[in-house]
């Protein structure tokens, strides 16, 4: 059997995401890119984790 690997939906995708969020207070110039993608989800531009 193979090795346990963590899931691409599950607490990996969570700790990416944190990692993502961490990075952009160090890359501000990453908000454009970031900005973009929100909108092509048609999701609010704003960022959620700035609340």
Not at 6 to 32: C, F, I, M, W, Y
Not at 35 to 46: D, E, H, M, V
């Amino acid at each position: 059997m193979p090795p346990p690997r963590p899931s691409p939906t599950g607490e990996g995708q969570v700790a990416a995401d944190l990692a993502v969020a961490g990075g952009l207070k160090n890359r501000l110039d990453l908000q454009p890119l970031i900005s973009g993608r929100l909108k092509s989800k048609k999701q609010p531009a704003q960022p959620i984790f700035l609340e």
